[in-house]
Protein backbone atom coordinates (compact mmCIF):
# COMPACT_ATOMS: atom_id res chain seq x y z
CA UNK A 1 0.00 0.00 0.00
CA UNK A 2 1.28 3.24 -1.24
CA UNK A 3 1.03 6.04 1.74
CA UNK A 4 0.41 9.35 0.80
CA UNK A 5 -0.98 11.61 3.94
CA UNK A 6 -1.28 14.47 1.74
CA UNK A 7 -5.00 15.84 1.72
CA UNK A 8 -7.75 14.24 3.65
CA UNK A 9 -9.59 12.30 0.19
CA UNK A 10 -5.87 10.27 0.19
CA UNK A 11 -5.76 9.56 4.52
CA UNK A 12 -9.07 8.08 3.09
CA UNK A 13 -8.14 6.37 0.32
CA UNK A 14 -5.92 4.39 2.20
CA UNK A 15 -7.43 3.29 4.63
CA UNK A 16 -10.05 1.92 2.25
CA UNK A 17 -6.61 0.37 0.55
CA UNK A 18 -5.92 -1.01 3.65
CA UNK A 19 -9.35 -2.44 5.08
CA UNK A 20 -9.94 -4.63 2.20
CA UNK A 21 -6.85 -6.14 1.86
CA UNK A 22 -6.05 -6.64 5.42
CA UNK A 23 -7.53 -9.86 6.02
CA UNK A 24 -6.04 -11.66 3.35
CA UNK A 25 -2.39 -10.03 4.58
CA UNK A 26 -2.47 -9.08 8.14
CA UNK A 27 0.32 -7.75 9.77
CA UNK A 28 0.43 -5.59 13.25
CA UNK A 29 -0.94 -2.07 13.27
CA UNK A 30 0.53 0.94 15.13
CA UNK A 31 -1.63 3.92 15.57
CA UNK A 32 -0.09 6.53 16.74
CA UNK A 33 -2.33 10.20 17.51
CA UNK A 34 -1.51 13.53 17.90
CA UNK A 35 -2.05 16.79 19.08
CA UNK A 36 -3.47 19.51 16.21
CA UNK A 37 -0.87 21.82 16.87
CA UNK A 38 1.55 19.36 15.79
CA UNK A 39 0.90 20.10 12.33
CA UNK A 40 2.71 22.51 10.44
CA UNK A 41 -0.95 23.63 8.55
CA UNK A 42 -2.46 24.12 11.79
CA UNK A 43 0.20 26.25 13.62
CA UNK A 44 0.23 28.62 10.77
CA UNK A 45 -3.35 30.04 11.52
CA UNK A 46 -3.22 29.20 15.42
CA UNK A 47 0.01 31.17 15.83
CA UNK A 48 -2.43 34.41 14.48
CA UNK A 49 -5.22 33.99 17.11
CA UNK A 50 -5.00 36.16 20.00
CA UNK A 51 -3.28 34.75 23.04
CA UNK A 52 -5.87 33.07 25.24
CA UNK A 53 -7.53 31.55 21.73
CA UNK A 54 -4.04 29.74 20.99
CA UNK A 55 -3.76 28.24 24.73
CA UNK A 56 -6.57 26.30 23.97
CA UNK A 57 -4.68 24.26 21.75
CA UNK A 58 -1.99 23.13 24.35
CA UNK A 59 -4.11 21.70 26.93
CA UNK A 60 -3.19 18.83 28.88
CA UNK A 61 -4.45 15.35 27.89
CA UNK A 62 -6.39 13.38 29.97
CA UNK A 63 -4.83 10.18 31.26
CA UNK A 64 -6.42 6.60 31.02
CA UNK A 65 -5.66 6.72 34.71
CA UNK A 66 -8.13 9.22 35.43
CA UNK A 67 -10.49 7.98 33.24
CA UNK A 68 -11.00 4.78 34.85
CA UNK A 69 -11.22 6.63 38.25
CA UNK A 70 -14.29 8.06 37.16
CA UNK A 71 -15.87 5.24 36.04
CA UNK A 72 -15.12 2.91 38.69
CA UNK A 73 -16.65 6.00 40.64
CA UNK A 74 -19.64 6.05 38.78
CA UNK A 75 -19.95 2.23 38.76
CA UNK A 76 -20.03 2.12 42.70
CA UNK A 77 -22.70 5.08 42.79
CA UNK A 78 -24.79 3.15 40.98
CA UNK A 79 -24.42 0.29 42.78
CA UNK A 80 -25.64 2.78 46.21
CA UNK A 81 -28.46 4.18 44.15
CA UNK A 82 -29.48 0.55 43.89
CA UNK A 83 -29.51 -0.85 47.46
CA UNK A 84 -30.90 3.03 48.54
CA UNK A 85 -33.74 1.88 46.06
CA UNK A 86 -33.97 -1.58 48.10
CA UNK A 87 -34.16 -0.09 51.36
CA UNK A 88 -37.29 2.36 50.06
CA UNK A 89 -39.42 -0.73 50.18
CA UNK A 90 -38.34 -2.19 53.26
CA UNK A 91 -41.41 -2.51 56.03
CA UNK A 92 -38.81 -0.83 58.15
CA UNK A 93 -38.44 2.01 56.17
CA UNK A 94 -42.37 2.31 55.60
CA UNK A 95 -42.82 2.18 59.47
CA UNK A 96 -39.92 5.02 59.98
CA UNK A 97 -40.45 8.33 58.30
CA UNK A 98 -36.79 9.79 59.48
CA UNK A 99 -35.10 6.89 57.74
CA UNK A 100 -37.57 7.26 54.39
CA UNK A 101 -36.61 11.14 54.91
CA UNK A 102 -32.46 10.36 55.13
CA UNK A 103 -32.90 8.10 52.04
CA UNK A 104 -34.90 10.14 49.99
CA UNK A 105 -32.30 12.85 50.42
CA UNK A 106 -29.62 10.39 49.65
CA UNK A 107 -31.34 9.34 46.62
CA UNK A 108 -32.13 12.79 45.18
CA UNK A 109 -28.24 13.92 46.11
CA UNK A 110 -27.06 10.90 44.10
CA UNK A 111 -29.27 11.25 41.12
CA UNK A 112 -27.86 14.68 40.88
CA UNK A 113 -24.41 13.37 40.75
CA UNK A 114 -24.99 11.01 38.38
CA UNK A 115 -26.48 13.62 36.07
CA UNK A 116 -23.07 15.27 36.30
CA UNK A 117 -21.05 12.66 35.76
CA UNK A 118 -23.24 12.09 32.30
CA UNK A 119 -22.51 15.53 31.41
CA UNK A 120 -18.67 16.04 31.64
CA UNK A 121 -16.80 17.11 28.99
CA UNK A 122 -13.33 17.10 28.46
CA UNK A 123 -12.60 20.68 30.16
CA UNK A 124 -14.45 19.00 33.31
CA UNK A 125 -12.49 16.23 33.46
CA UNK A 126 -9.22 17.53 33.10
CA UNK A 127 -10.16 19.87 36.34
CA UNK A 128 -10.77 16.58 38.06
CA UNK A 129 -7.65 15.24 37.22
CA UNK A 130 -6.10 17.99 38.10
CA UNK A 131 -7.30 18.01 41.54
CA UNK A 132 -6.41 14.57 41.55
CA UNK A 133 -2.78 15.54 41.03
CA UNK A 134 -2.69 17.86 43.80
CA UNK A 135 -4.46 14.70 46.50
CA UNK A 136 -8.09 17.17 46.25
CA UNK A 137 -10.18 13.93 46.20
CA UNK A 138 -13.65 16.35 47.35
CA UNK A 139 -15.22 15.02 43.65
CA UNK A 140 -15.26 11.42 44.37
CA UNK A 141 -18.20 10.75 46.79
CA UNK A 142 -18.95 7.55 46.62
CA UNK A 143 -17.60 6.59 49.95
CA UNK A 144 -19.75 9.71 51.32
CA UNK A 145 -22.89 7.97 50.00
CA UNK A 146 -22.31 4.88 51.37
CA UNK A 147 -21.18 6.60 54.85
CA UNK A 148 -24.98 8.11 54.63
CA UNK A 149 -26.57 4.86 53.36
CA UNK A 150 -24.89 2.76 56.49
CA UNK A 151 -26.44 5.98 58.50
CA UNK A 152 -29.56 6.12 56.92
CA UNK A 153 -30.12 2.37 57.54
CA UNK A 154 -28.63 2.36 60.99
CA UNK A 155 -30.76 -0.68 62.99
CA UNK A 156 -33.30 -1.36 60.52
CA UNK A 157 -32.39 -5.08 60.51
CA UNK A 158 -33.58 -5.14 64.16
CA UNK A 159 -36.99 -5.38 62.70
CA UNK A 160 -36.73 -8.49 62.19
CA UNK A 161 -36.04 -9.91 65.13
CA UNK A 162 -39.26 -11.99 66.42
CA UNK A 163 -41.05 -10.33 63.31
CA UNK A 164 -43.64 -13.00 61.42
CA UNK A 165 -45.53 -12.07 58.64
CA UNK A 166 -49.53 -12.24 58.51
CA UNK A 167 -50.56 -15.32 55.92
CA UNK A 168 -54.05 -17.19 55.17
CA UNK A 169 -53.92 -21.05 57.24
CA UNK A 170 -53.77 -22.40 54.00
CA UNK A 171 -50.64 -20.46 52.73
CA UNK A 172 -46.88 -20.55 53.59
CA UNK A 173 -44.77 -17.67 53.92
CA UNK A 174 -41.90 -17.41 51.36
CA UNK A 175 -38.94 -15.32 52.74
CA UNK A 176 -35.28 -14.54 51.77
CA UNK A 177 -32.82 -16.66 53.44
CA UNK A 178 -30.73 -14.08 54.24
CA UNK A 179 -30.50 -12.52 57.93
CA UNK A 180 -33.10 -9.35 57.10
CA UNK A 181 -35.56 -11.45 55.17
CA UNK A 182 -38.73 -9.13 56.95
CA UNK A 183 -37.35 -6.57 54.98
CA UNK A 184 -37.32 -7.58 52.03
CA UNK A 185 -40.81 -7.95 51.17
CA UNK A 186 -41.83 -11.49 52.22
CA UNK A 187 -44.16 -13.02 50.41
CA UNK A 188 -47.57 -15.58 50.94
CA UNK A 189 -47.06 -18.40 49.02
CA UNK A 190 -51.00 -20.12 47.49
CA UNK A 191 -54.02 -19.70 46.53
CA UNK A 192 -55.45 -16.34 47.32
CA UNK A 193 -58.97 -18.14 47.36
CA UNK A 194 -60.27 -20.27 50.28
CA UNK A 195 -60.59 -24.22 49.68
CA UNK A 196 -64.13 -23.75 49.62
CA UNK A 197 -66.50 -26.98 48.48
CA UNK A 198 -67.26 -25.15 45.42
CA UNK A 199 -63.24 -24.21 44.92
CA UNK A 200 -62.24 -28.15 45.58
CA UNK A 201 -64.60 -29.51 43.31
CA UNK A 202 -63.57 -27.33 40.64
CA UNK A 203 -60.14 -28.13 41.40
CA UNK A 204 -61.09 -31.70 41.13
CA UNK A 205 -63.12 -31.10 37.76
CA UNK A 206 -59.97 -29.17 36.25
CA UNK A 207 -57.49 -31.74 37.21
CA UNK A 208 -59.84 -34.69 35.52
CA UNK A 209 -59.89 -32.70 32.65
CA UNK A 210 -56.10 -32.60 31.82
CA UNK A 211 -55.79 -36.33 32.04
CA UNK A 212 -54.37 -36.06 36.19
CA UNK A 213 -54.81 -38.70 38.22
CA UNK A 214 -55.41 -39.08 42.17
CA UNK A 215 -51.40 -38.12 42.64
CA UNK A 216 -52.21 -35.33 40.24
CA UNK A 217 -54.84 -33.89 41.63
CA UNK A 218 -52.89 -34.14 45.11
CA UNK A 219 -50.14 -31.78 43.77
CA UNK A 220 -52.63 -29.14 42.84
CA UNK A 221 -54.07 -29.29 46.05
CA UNK A 222 -50.65 -28.88 47.69
CA UNK A 223 -49.45 -26.17 45.36
CA UNK A 224 -52.47 -23.97 46.24
CA UNK A 225 -52.93 -24.73 49.79
CA UNK A 226 -49.35 -25.93 50.82
CA UNK A 227 -50.21 -25.58 54.51
CA UNK A 228 -53.33 -28.14 54.75
CA UNK A 229 -53.34 -31.55 54.79
CA UNK A 230 -55.07 -33.16 51.62
CA UNK A 231 -56.42 -36.67 50.71
CA UNK A 232 -57.42 -37.73 47.54
CA UNK A 233 -59.58 -41.29 46.71
CA UNK A 234 -59.78 -42.11 43.06
CA UNK A 235 -62.44 -44.86 42.40
CA UNK A 236 -63.01 -46.72 39.37
CA UNK A 237 -67.38 -46.66 38.77
CA UNK A 238 -67.81 -50.15 38.31
CA UNK A 239 -69.13 -52.20 41.23
CA UNK A 240 -68.80 -49.31 43.51
CA UNK A 241 -70.43 -46.51 45.85
CA UNK A 242 -69.14 -44.24 48.11
CA UNK A 243 -70.55 -41.28 50.30
CA UNK A 244 -69.32 -38.23 52.51
CA UNK A 245 -70.33 -35.94 54.83
CA UNK A 246 -67.92 -32.90 56.20
CA UNK A 247 -65.92 -29.77 55.91
CA UNK A 248 -64.08 -28.67 53.06
CA UNK A 249 -64.76 -31.43 50.77
CA UNK A 250 -65.05 -31.75 46.52
CA UNK A 251 -66.42 -33.91 44.24
CA UNK A 252 -65.96 -34.92 40.79
CA UNK A 253 -67.65 -37.77 38.80
CA UNK A 254 -65.72 -38.52 35.42
CA UNK A 255 -64.43 -41.57 33.63
CA UNK A 256 -63.23 -41.75 37.60
CA UNK A 257 -64.68 -40.42 40.81
CA UNK A 258 -62.26 -38.03 42.68
CA UNK A 259 -63.40 -38.00 46.51
CA UNK A 260 -60.99 -35.05 48.03
CA UNK A 261 -60.94 -33.57 51.91
CA UNK A 262 -58.56 -31.29 53.35
CA UNK A 263 -58.09 -29.53 56.70
CA UNK A 264 -55.48 -27.17 58.64
CA UNK A 265 -53.80 -29.23 60.94
CA UNK A 266 -51.94 -26.63 63.50
CA UNK A 267 -51.73 -29.61 66.44
CA UNK A 268 -52.17 -32.85 66.89
CA UNK A 269 -55.94 -33.88 67.54
CA UNK A 270 -56.81 -34.31 70.87
CA UNK A 271 -56.89 -38.61 70.47
CA UNK A 272 -53.55 -39.18 68.98
CA UNK A 273 -54.08 -41.78 66.54
CA UNK A 274 -57.88 -42.03 67.41
CA UNK A 275 -57.76 -45.92 67.90
CA UNK A 276 -61.42 -45.58 69.33
CA UNK A 277 -63.06 -43.35 66.52
CA UNK A 278 -61.70 -45.40 63.81
CA UNK A 279 -63.15 -48.36 64.79
CA UNK A 280 -66.23 -46.27 65.41
CA UNK A 281 -66.13 -45.51 62.12
CA UNK A 282 -65.18 -48.49 60.54
CA UNK A 283 -67.76 -50.85 62.23
CA UNK A 284 -70.73 -48.35 61.73
CA UNK A 285 -69.61 -48.60 57.96
CA UNK A 286 -69.37 -52.88 58.60
CA UNK A 287 -73.01 -53.17 57.02
CA UNK A 288 -72.54 -50.95 53.36
CA UNK A 289 -71.66 -47.77 52.62
CA UNK A 290 -73.72 -45.45 51.50
CA UNK A 291 -75.08 -42.09 52.55
CA UNK A 292 -77.56 -43.32 55.26
CA UNK A 293 -74.34 -45.48 57.04
CA UNK A 294 -72.01 -42.26 56.78
CA UNK A 295 -74.52 -40.23 58.84
CA UNK A 296 -75.29 -42.84 61.39
CA UNK A 297 -70.83 -42.62 61.16
CA UNK A 298 -70.98 -38.87 61.63
CA UNK A 299 -74.11 -38.50 64.28
CA UNK A 300 -72.54 -41.95 66.34
CA UNK A 301 -68.73 -40.90 66.22
CA UNK A 302 -68.51 -37.12 67.05
CA UNK A 303 -69.36 -35.67 63.73
CA UNK A 304 -69.20 -32.11 64.09
CA UNK A 305 -67.12 -29.35 63.48
CA UNK A 306 -64.82 -29.73 66.93
CA UNK A 307 -64.85 -33.42 66.60
CA UNK A 308 -64.76 -35.55 63.91
CA UNK A 309 -65.04 -33.30 61.15
CA UNK A 310 -65.48 -35.20 57.95
CA UNK A 311 -66.04 -38.41 56.89
CA UNK A 312 -65.81 -40.32 53.50
CA UNK A 313 -66.87 -43.71 52.86
CA UNK A 314 -66.37 -45.96 50.06
CA UNK A 315 -65.96 -49.80 48.16
CA UNK A 316 -65.27 -50.46 44.56
CA UNK A 317 -63.50 -52.88 42.52
CA UNK A 318 -60.53 -50.30 41.80
CA UNK A 319 -59.73 -47.61 43.75
CA UNK A 320 -56.49 -45.27 44.75
CA UNK A 321 -55.29 -42.70 47.43
CA UNK A 322 -52.99 -40.24 47.35
CA UNK A 323 -52.29 -37.89 49.87
CA UNK A 324 -49.65 -35.21 51.74
CA UNK A 325 -50.02 -35.52 55.93
CA UNK A 326 -48.23 -35.37 58.99
CA UNK A 327 -47.30 -38.17 60.43
CA UNK A 328 -49.07 -40.33 61.96
CA UNK A 329 -50.24 -39.08 65.93
CA UNK A 330 -49.65 -35.81 64.24
CA UNK A 331 -52.10 -35.68 61.48
CA UNK A 332 -55.57 -34.56 61.59
CA UNK A 333 -56.82 -37.22 58.45
CA UNK A 334 -56.89 -40.59 59.44
CA UNK A 335 -57.75 -43.57 56.64
CA UNK A 336 -58.12 -47.54 56.87
CA UNK A 337 -60.18 -50.37 55.29
CA UNK A 338 -61.73 -52.58 57.32
CA UNK A 339 -65.02 -54.94 55.89
CA UNK A 340 -64.40 -54.53 52.46
CA UNK A 341 -64.44 -51.34 52.70
CA UNK A 342 -62.43 -47.76 53.15
CA UNK A 343 -62.97 -44.78 55.61
CA UNK A 344 -60.62 -41.65 55.53
CA UNK A 345 -62.09 -39.62 58.34
CA UNK A 346 -60.89 -35.83 59.46
CA UNK A 347 -60.75 -35.07 63.09
CA UNK A 348 -60.28 -31.32 64.53
CA UNK A 349 -56.71 -30.41 65.48
CA UNK A 350 -56.34 -30.79 69.96
CA UNK A 351 -57.07 -26.84 70.42
CA UNK A 352 -60.07 -26.47 68.66
CA UNK A 353 -62.73 -24.91 70.96
CA UNK A 354 -66.08 -25.48 69.91
CA UNK A 355 -67.21 -23.58 67.16
CA UNK A 356 -70.20 -22.61 65.40
CA UNK A 357 -69.65 -23.58 61.46
CA UNK A 358 -72.17 -23.94 58.45
CA UNK A 359 -73.89 -27.09 57.48
CA UNK A 360 -71.44 -29.89 56.63
CA UNK A 361 -71.49 -30.94 52.80
CA UNK A 362 -73.24 -34.58 52.16
CA UNK A 363 -73.29 -36.29 48.98
CA UNK A 364 -73.20 -39.96 47.88
CA UNK A 365 -72.78 -41.92 44.70
CA UNK A 366 -76.57 -42.69 44.34
CA UNK A 367 -77.90 -39.27 44.93
CA UNK A 368 -77.06 -36.09 44.20
CA UNK A 369 -74.14 -34.44 46.25
CA UNK A 370 -76.14 -31.23 48.81
CA UNK A 371 -72.88 -28.65 48.70
CA UNK A 372 -74.50 -26.28 49.59
CA UNK A 373 -72.58 -22.63 49.87
CA UNK A 374 -70.33 -22.59 53.09
CA UNK A 375 -67.87 -20.02 53.83
CA UNK A 376 -64.48 -21.32 56.06
CA UNK A 377 -64.95 -20.35 59.31
CA UNK A 378 -63.31 -17.01 60.99
CA UNK A 379 -60.82 -19.10 62.70
CA UNK A 380 -59.73 -20.68 59.46
CA UNK A 381 -59.83 -17.79 57.32
CA UNK A 382 -58.00 -15.36 60.22
CA UNK A 383 -54.38 -14.45 59.07
CA UNK A 384 -51.96 -16.12 60.71
CA UNK A 385 -48.50 -15.11 62.13
CA UNK A 386 -45.46 -16.74 60.46
CA UNK A 387 -41.90 -16.49 60.57
CA UNK A 388 -41.05 -19.42 57.73
CA UNK A 389 -40.19 -22.16 60.18
CA UNK A 390 -43.75 -23.41 59.97
CA UNK A 391 -43.50 -27.26 59.57
CA UNK A 392 -45.53 -28.62 56.60
CA UNK A 393 -46.73 -32.21 55.93
CA UNK A 394 -44.35 -34.59 54.83
CA UNK A 395 -45.57 -37.70 54.08
CA UNK A 396 -46.29 -37.70 50.39
CA UNK A 397 -47.85 -40.79 49.29
CA UNK A 398 -50.01 -42.96 47.06
CA UNK A 399 -51.33 -46.29 47.03
CA UNK A 400 -53.04 -48.43 44.21
CA UNK A 401 -55.46 -51.32 44.15
CA UNK A 402 -56.28 -51.09 40.57
Same mark, same amino acid.
Given at each position: ?16 ? /? ?16 ? /? ?43 ? #? ?7 ? /? ?22 ? +? ?23 ? /???? &? ?7 ? =? ?30 ? +? ?18 ? !?????? @? ?6 ? +?????? #????? #? ?10 ? $? ?22 ? =??? $?????? =? ?6 ? $? ?11 ? &? ?25 ? !?????? !? ?23 ? @? ?6 ? $? ?17 ? &? ?8 ? &? ?12
Amino acid at each position: MRQDYGTPQKLDAMFKS /WDSTWRQNPAPLTLVTRR /WIDLVEVQEVAFTLPHDQLMMFFTDSISPIIQKRISVENTEIMKI #ESSVRQALS /WLATKSNANMRSCLDNLRDDISRK +RIGIDALDDSQVLTIQAQFLKSDLS /WFES &ETYRSRYTT =CVGNADKICDGYRHSCQSWQVLQRDVRVDWCL +RKPKCRGSSSSPSNELLNSV !ASISQS @RGQDHSGL +RDELTK #EFPAW #EWIVARIKPDSF $AWALKGHNVGVSQSSYHMLVTGMH =CPT $APGCGK =CQEKEHCV $AETLRGGVSGQSV &ESAYNGCGGGYSGTRTIIGYRAKSSSK !AWSLYP !AGRSCILKGSRHNHHYIFTVAPGAT @RSIKAGKP $AAADSNTTGVFVHVELTDE &EVAPMAMDGS &EVLPTDVGDSWSD
